[in-house]
């Protein structure tokens, strides 16, 4: 069981370039989510796909974030002219939506600095 | 409003006793409940879990209990050991307009005394 794949794991960049991060979840889930932690906080909900429908996205997410799982297994997570407040963890999780649960994995996340 | 929270942002306990960390939460439809643990620098790591119809279910030298009266959930941990030490969260799954959210707290950090 290889669980949830992130990468990068670091990533610096400047204000202004755009960045991409990848997530691959666990064999057959069909569920991913994306979540953001800044340092001293729990994760806070982005968004989250149910196979390839992109279901839900916070208010968190402006026009600057796009997320996309084209085929239902992966899922990348852009962001568009970076700010220095976008400096922060992000995490993806998946899960396998069943009658009884809803465990949630996480992977380890990608750090992301905006210098 | 939606909203998980722990009573105390910092526990130390000496290496060999037992921790407890504890959590409110708000809303009292919530059917799900987890405890993560994160290390410094890595994702959470799923714990233990409890469904609203149980009150106590026990892992390997954790507990977790449940107390819907006052909307009280607490994590035990057994013989707390050097490795154990780590910021811990709960978090509430919520049916939110038919999508599953996990609502998390802001972490209590266990530090382990030698």
């Known amino acids: 069981d290889t669980g949830v794949s992130q990468n990068p794991r670091h990533k610096i960049t400047k204000r202004g370039q755009n960045v991409t991060f990848r997530c691959d979840p666990i064999s057959e889930h069909n569920r991913l989510y994306w979540y953001r932690q800044t340092l001293g906080q729990g994760p806070e909900f982005l968004t989250y796909?149910?196979?390839?429908?992109?279901?839900?996205k916070s208010r968190l997410l402006s026009d600057r974030f796009s997320a996309e799982r084209p085929k239902g297994s992966f899922s990348t997570l852009e962001i568009q002219r970076t700010e220095q407040g976008d400096s922060a963890m992000y995490l993806c999780?998946?899960?396998?939506?069943?009658?009884?649960?809803?465990?949630?994995?996480f992977g380890e996340g990608s750090w992301l600095t905006v210098v | 409003g939606e909203s998980v929270g722990l009573h105390l942002p910092t526990l130390s306990v000496q290496e060999g006793d037992n921790s407890i960390i504890n959590c409110a939460y708000s809303n009292s439809a919530s059917d799900y409940f987890i405890w993560y643990k994160q290390e410094s620098g890595k994702g959470p790591q799923f714990i233990i879990d409890?469904?609203?119809?149980?009150d106590k279910r026990q892992g390997q030298r954790v507990t977790v209990l449940l107390n819907k009266t006052v909307k009280h959930l607490s994590l035990q941990i057994a013989a707390t050991q050097p490795g154990d030490s780590a910021v811990y969260f709960c978090a509430e799954n919520m049916l939110i307009q038919g999508a599953q959210k996990l609502v998390f707290g802001q972490g209590t950090r266990l530090t382990i005394n030698p």
């Open positions: 796909f149910q196979n390839e429908a992109q279901l839900e």
């Open positions: 409890i469904r609203s119809n149980m």
């Open positions: 999780a998946s899960s396998l939506l069943w009658l009884s649960g809803n465990t949630i994995y």
